[in-house]
C-alpha cells in the first residue's frame, strides 16, 4: 500500500530517491519523506500530501548525504500528517515500511515500559523503537534485525538506515514485496522493479521472511538465520516504460494502450494460422475439473465474473466466483480436484491472496492470472497464465482489465475444446473474432469526441446508473466502479433485469442510465429495460452497435455506436467506453484522475 526505496550510493541521494517516489507514487499519496544520513546523522524532510508538497520542501531544506531511504504513504494505522509520514525515526535508525505491524499495540506497552517515547501514532514505529532497543542493547544492526522480525507479527517490507554507517541499509519482507537493485559500486531496495527501473535492470527479489544487508557492493540475503542465495534476473522495464508519454495522465495513456495489451496477450495463447487457441501447458486436464471458483477483487472481479459466463456457456464446466474479501472467510466446501483461479493485475492484493491461500488449504490447484509475475500470487500458484498488459501506474486499472479478458477468454476456449463442448468450427469464429479485436478497440479509442460529449452529460449528475445484461452487466458494474472512483459522482451497476425490482424507482430526468447493450442473445430483454426508462422520463444513454442504435438510438438521451463484433468478444470492446467515459467526466470535474482521493494502486492490507 506505500512505496518504498532505499539507497546505499556514492553519490547525493536525495534527486534519485524522489524521482523513485515519483515512480511509486500509485501505491499511495497521502504523505512522502526521504531520509538520509548527514555526518553520520539520520537527518529527513517529511511532508503531508503529494510529493510535490515534499519536493517544495526540500527546495527550501535540501537533503545531502549518499545513502538514503524514501517512502510514499496510504495511510492505515494513524491519520495523514507529517509526524506520521515515514521515514519514522529515533536518533539511532529511521525505517520506512509497507504493510501492517499487527502486534504494534502490545510491543508499544513493552518499550513504553521500558522508558521509550513514541512519537508519532503508527504502527511502523514499534519496528523502530525496536530496533533501538536492540542496538542500545550493544547489538549490530544485523543483530537488531534479526532480533526484531523475530518479534514482528503482520505483514511488512521495511527498509532500515542506521545513524552511523553511510555503508549499510537493511531491508526485510514477510507478505509484502521488496526488491534487491544490482549497481556499479551502489545498491538498491525498492517496493518494485518499476521503482528501481532507471538505476538498475538487474533484481532480485526477496521471498517471504528473507532479510538482507545491503552494502556497496554486495547483499546478503538471509532468512531463518541462514544465508540464501536469490535469483538475480533482468528486467525488461525501463525507465521509459513507465512515463506518461504525450498523454496528460497515465489513465489516457492506459487506455491508449488497450490495443498493444490484448494483442500482446493474444500473441501468447492464440495460433492464429491454425484458427485455435494455443493453451499454456496446466498441471491438469479440464475434463477432469469438477469445478472453478475465481476469486479477485474490484475491476478484476468483474472479469472474473465475465469469465464464469465464457467457462460455463463455452465449456459446461460449473463456476463459482466470489470477492477476495468475501471469499477468504466464508469457510466454502471445495470438491477434490478442483481448480482456483486468482485474477490480480498486481498480484499482490492482499484480500485475493488471502482467498488464494484459502483455496490451496482445501486441496485446489491454483491457477494465477496476473499482470506482475514476480508477486506473490505468481509464487503462490501451481501456474501462472500471466496478462502481457505492461506496467500500469493509474491507480484506475484499465489494459490489465481487458487483458485478463483474454486470458479467461482463450482459457474458456481451451478448456470448451478439452471438454469436447466446443466445435472446431466455432472456435475458429472466436479466434477470428479475438484476432480483430485490437483493430476494434483502436476504432473505439478513436471516438473520444462522441464520448467527452456524452461525459459532459453525465459529469453533471449526481447519480448515474448502468444496465447490462450477461456478460454485459459485469462491464455496467465496472463503468459504475470507474466513475465512483474517478469522478467521486455516486454510480451503480445492475443487470438489466433487476431494474424492475427496485431500482426502477430512482429513474427521474436527472438521473443518465448507461445502457450496456452489444446486439447479442438478449438484447430483446435489454431492450425492454431501455423502453422502461424513457417511458418514466429517464434519460438512457446508449451504448450498442449499428443494430442496436437502428432500434433505440431515437429515443435515447445520447449514444455511442460501436463497431460490431461477436457477442463473445463484446464485454473486451465495452470495456472501453465505460472507462473512457468515466475518465472524461472525472476531467470535466477536474479531480485528480491518476491518484483518486482515498486510493491506492495495490490494496496489500485488510
Ligand atoms: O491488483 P489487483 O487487480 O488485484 O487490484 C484489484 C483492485 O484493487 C483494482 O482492480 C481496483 O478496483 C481498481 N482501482 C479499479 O480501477
Known amino acids: 500500500m506505500c512505496g518504498i526505496i532505499g539507497i546505499v550510493g556514492i553519490n547525493p541521494v536525495t534527486?534519485?530517491?524522489?524521482?523513485?517516489?515519483?515512480?511509486?507514487?500509485?501505491?499511495?499519496?497521502?504523505?512522502?519523506?526521504?531520509?538520509?544520513?548527514?555526518?553520520?546523522?539520520?537527518?529527513?524532510?517529511?511532508?503531508?500530501?503529494?510529493?510535490?508538497?515534499?519536493?517544495?520542501?526540500?527546495?527550501?531544506?535540501?537533503?545531502?548525504?549518499?545513502?538514503?531511504?524514501?517512502?510514499?504513504?496510504?495511510?492505515?494505522?494513524?491519520?495523514?500528517?507529517?509526524?506520521?509520514?515515514?521515514?519514522?525515526?529515533?536518533?539511532?535508525?529511521?525505517?520506512?515500511?509497507?504493510?501492517?505491524?499487527?502486534?504494534?499495540?502490545?510491543?508499544?506497552?513493552?518499550?513504553?515500559?521500558?522508558?521509550?517515547?513514541?512519537?508519532?501514532?503508527?504502527?511502523?514505529?514499534?519496528?523502530?523503537?525496536?530496533?533501538?532497543s536492540f542496538l542500545e542493547r550493544q547489538m549490530s544492526?544485523?543483530?537488531?534485525?534479526?532480533?526484531?522480525?523475530?518479534?514482528?507479527?503482520?505483514?511488512?517490507?521495511?527498509?532500515?538506515?542506521?545513524?552511523?554507517?553511510?555503508?549499510?541499509?537493511?531491508?526485510?519482507r514477510r507478505n509484502c514485496p521488496l526488491a534487491v537493485g544490482y549497481g556499479e559500486g551502489e545498491m538498491y531496495l525498492g517496493s518494485d522493479a518499476l521503482a528501481l527501473a532507471p538505476l538498475t535492470r538487474r533484481i532480485a527479489y526477496l521471498e517471504e521472511d528473507d532479510w538482507v544487508v545491503l552494502r556497496h557492493d554486495e547483499a546478503r540475503v538471509f532468512n531463518a538465520g541462514k544465508p540464501v542465495t536469490r535469483e538475480i534476473k533482468t528486467t525488461a522495464l525501463s525507465g521509459a516504460m513507465i512515463g506518461k508519454g504525450n498523454h496528460r495522465h497515465f489513465m489516457l495513456k492506459e487506455m491508449h494502450e488497450h490495443p498493444e495489451a490484448v494483442s500482446a496477450t493474444l500473441r501468447s495463447y492464440l495460433d492464429p494460422a491454425a484458427r485455435a487457441v494455443s493453451p499454456p501447458s496446466l498441471p491438469f486436464d479440464w475434463k477432469d475439473v469438477p469445478r472453478l471458483t475465481i476469486t479477485a477483487c474490484g475491476t478484476a472481479y468483474y472479469a472474473a465474473q465475465i469469465g464464469k459466463y465464457w467457462f460455463e456457456r463455452l465449456a459446461r464446466l460449473p463456476v463459482e466466483t466470489d470477492i477476495g474479501s468475501e471469499f477468504r472467510y466464508r469457510e466454502a466446501p471445495m470438491p477434490a480436484g478442483g481448480v482456483c483461479m486468482a485474477v490480480s493485475q498486481s498480484g499482490e492484493t492482499a484480500d485475493t491472496l488471502a482467498a488464494l491461500r484459502y483455496a490451496r488449504s482445501q486441496g485446489q490447484t491454483i491457477l494465477s492470472i496476473v499482470n506482475v509475475k514476480e508477486s506473490a500470487m505468481a509464487r503462490e500458484s501451481d501456474v501462472i497464465v500471466p496478462t502481457h498488459a505492461g506496467p500500469e501506474i493509474s491507480v484506475a486499472s484499465t489494459k490489465a482489465f481487458t487483458a485478463q479478458l483474454v486470458v479467461l477468454l482463450t482459457l474458456a476456449i481451451s478448456a470448451g475444446r478439452a471438454r469436447g463442448t466446443l466445435s472446431a468450427a466455432r472456435e475458429a469464429e472466436l479466434v477470428d473474432a479475438l484476432i480483430e479485436l485490437p483493430s476494434r478497440l483502436a476504432e473505439v479509442l478513436g471516438s473520444h469526441e462522441a464520448i467527452v460529449a456524452i461525459a459532459n452529460k453525465v459529469a453533471e449528475a449526481r447519480d448515474v446508473l448502468y444496465l447490462g445484461r450477461g456478460t454485459s452487466y459485469p462491464i455496467a458494474l465496472e463503468g459504475a466502479l470507474k466513475l465512483k472512483e474517478l469522478s467521486y459522482i455516486h454510480a451503480e451497476g445492475y443487470p438489466a433485469g433487476e431494474l424492475k425490482h427496485g431500482p426502477i424507482a430512482l429513474i427521474a430526468e436527472d438521473v443518465p442510465v448507461v445502457f450496456v447493450a452489444p446486439t447479442d442473445e438478449l438484447a430483446d430483454k435489454i431492450a425492454s429495460a431501455f423502453e422502461q426508462v424513457h417511458a418514466r422520463g429517464g434519460k438512457p444513454i446508449l451504448f450498442s452497435d449499428a443494430a442496436g442504435i437502428a432500434r433505440l438510438g431515437s429515443k435515447a438521451f445520447a449514444s455511442l455506436c460501436l463497431p460490431d463484433v461477436d457477442p463473445m468478444v463484446a464485454p473486451i470492446l465495452y470495456a472501453v467506453p465505460v472507462q473512457m467515459l468515466a475518465y472524461y467526466a472525472a476531467l470535466a470535474k477536474g479531480t485528480d484522475i491518476d491518484q483518486p482521493r482515498n486510493l491506492a494502486k495495490s490494496v496489500v492490507v485488510e
Open 15 to 132: 534527486p534519485r530517491l524522489v524521482e523513485g517516489l515519483r515512480r511509486l507514487e500509485y501505491r499511495g499519496y497521502d504523505s512522502s519523506g526521504v531520509a538520509t544520513l548527514i555526518n553520520g546523522h539520520i537527518d529527513r524532510r517529511r511532508a503531508e500530501g503529494k510529493l510535490t508538497n515534499l519536493e517544495a520542501r526540500l527546495g527550501l531544506e535540501p537533503l545531502a548525504g549518499t545513502t538514503g531511504i524514501a517512502h510514499t504513504r496510504w495511510a492505515t494505522h494513524g491519520g495523514v500528517s507529517e509526524r506520521n509520514a515515514h521515514p519514522i525515526a529515533t536518533d539511532r535508525v529511521a525505517v520506512v515500511h509497507n504493510g501492517i505491524i499487527e502486534n504494534h499495540r502490545e510491543l508499544k506497552a513493552e518499550l513504553v515500559a521500558e522508558g521509550r517515547r513514541f512519537d508519532s501514532d503508527t504502527d511502523t514505529e514499534a519496528v523502530a523503537q525496536l530496533l533501538t
Open 141 to 172: 544492526p544485523e543483530e537488531a534485525m534479526a532480533a526484531t522480525m523475530a518479534r514482528l507479527k503482520g505483514a511488512f517490507a521495511l527498509v532500515c538506515l542506521f545513524a552511523g554507517r553511510h555503508d549499510l541499509l537493511i531491508g526485510a
